[in-house]
């Protein structure tokens, strides 16, 4: 059967009648009656009783017309589908992000562009979409997407979560796909005279640069000191020493809190912001020992990696399972998104595994996607929350 004679057999059974049906398709009476004629006898039984003076339908017609009208109505979104591919001329996506995240420039070779670049990159191309952009936490950014108030968002998470419902890093996720843009260690970021810093001008103990009035130097201005040599700090060693980090249920914080547990340590939580890059600042103040992804040289600050576990948090796109392909706007921008950002598993363009792009523990400088923020419920280096 073709789309047509199923469009001709509606029109007739709307109106009743063979000729007001023709007037309305712009089509011959005798046309119109050849195509039903075809339907009914490639279906095997009459549709249409031509008897009386009104065309009505016969028990096999009522049964295949409601069947008819949904085969017409998909054929007509389809068509809509391709036509909004085909250029997107208009649309409208909301992206939701995790607070104070994503909008730096690139930070070096190896570094994923800004999220500004990528969605500057994208309207060029699709100059009829626009974009609404949202600030919040992971958790609540999480909850827009199954409610529908969000169509895509950056989320960050632990490095555990799998998205399961029996998956012990976040069962929240269920209901959702995820994209992981990058995965990044926690390292321990602490003023130059602190005592877990390891250089030269470290002494006192756990409470010697535990805030503002301990008197520690926060740096001379150099930039961050020398960590070659240091080796790994144990997670252990953080006991009993004031804490920087995201609040409770942010990506970093828990992220901490897991690792801390593991090492049968209790977090003493001195200050609490938003972003890394005010946590890297207060930690390089002497306000306490800040764990967050690698902030690249900050003045007065010492970096050092941490083990015995490595906290990880990752950052990923998150969209709601089986709704973006019904918004062509929201899909196009995913399928740019997850180009701009291919996840860790990509292979790595040799700037990347180059020693410019490597910090002094030996990993891989942060992207520019990850370079803020604060996100609850487990994020990675471009906001971490």
Aim: proline letters at 10%; one cysteine or more; a neutral charge.
């Amino acid at each position: 059967m073709e789309l047509r004679q199923l469009r001709y057999f509606v029109t007739i059974a709307q109106h009743g009648s063979f000729t007001r049906a023709a007037q309305l398709l712009h089509l011959t009476q005798p046309g119109v009656s050849s195509q039903i004629r075809q339907l009914e006898r490639e279906l095997g039984h009459p549709l249409l009783d031509r008897s009386g003076r009104t065309v009505r339908l016969t028990p096999a017609g009522e049964a295949v017309l409601p069947h008819a009208r949904a085969a017409l109505a998909a054929a007509t979104a389809a068509r809509r589908a391709a036509q909004e591919f085909d250029g997107l001329r208009s649309g409208h996506v909301r992206l939701g992000m995790v607070a104070g995240a994503a909008l730096t420039p690139p930070s070096g070779p190896g570094s994923l562009p800004g999220l500004a670049t990528t969605l500057a990159a994208f309207r060029r191309s699709h100059p009829g979409i626009d974009f609404s952009l949202a600030e919040d936490t992971s958790a609540g950014m999480l909850a827009a997407l199954r409610d529908g108030r969000l169509d895509l968002a950056v989320v960050g998470l632990p490095v555990p979560a799998s998205g399961r419902e029996d998956d012990d890093g976040w069962s929240t996720l269920a209901g959702l796909v995820l994209h992981t843009v990058l995965e990044v260690p926690l390292v321990a970021a602490c003023a130059e005279r602190h005592p877990l810093a390891g250089g030269p001008d470290s002494s006192g103990g756990p409470d010697s640069s535990g805030g503002p009035d301990s008197g520690g130097d926060p740096g001379d201005g150099t930039g961050r000191g020398d960590c070659s040599g240091q080796g790994p700090l144990p997670v252990t060693a953080l006991a009993g020493h004031a804490l920087v980090s995201t609040p409770r249920g942010t990506g970093m914080r828990t992220a901490l809190e897991e690792a801390l547990a593991e090492a049968g340590v209790d977090p003493v939580i001195g200050v609490e912001a938003a972003a890394p890059p005010q946590l890297a600042e207060l930690a390089a103040h002497g306000m306490g020992v800040a764990v967050l992804p690698d902030p690249g040289p900050v003045p007065g600050l010492r970096v050092r990696p941490l083990t015995g576990p490595v906290p990880r948090v990752r950052i990923a796109l998150a969209w709601p399972a089986g709704r973006s392909a019904s918004a062509p706007a929201a899909a196009a921008l995913l399928t740019h998104l997850r180009q701009a950002y291919p996840g860790p598993a990509a292979a790595q363009p040799p700037a990347a595994q180059s020693a410019a792009t490597q910090s002094p523990a030996g990993t891989t400088a942060p992207s520019a996607m990850c370079s803020s923020a604060t996100a609850p419920s487990r994020i990675s280096r471009s906001s971490g929350k």
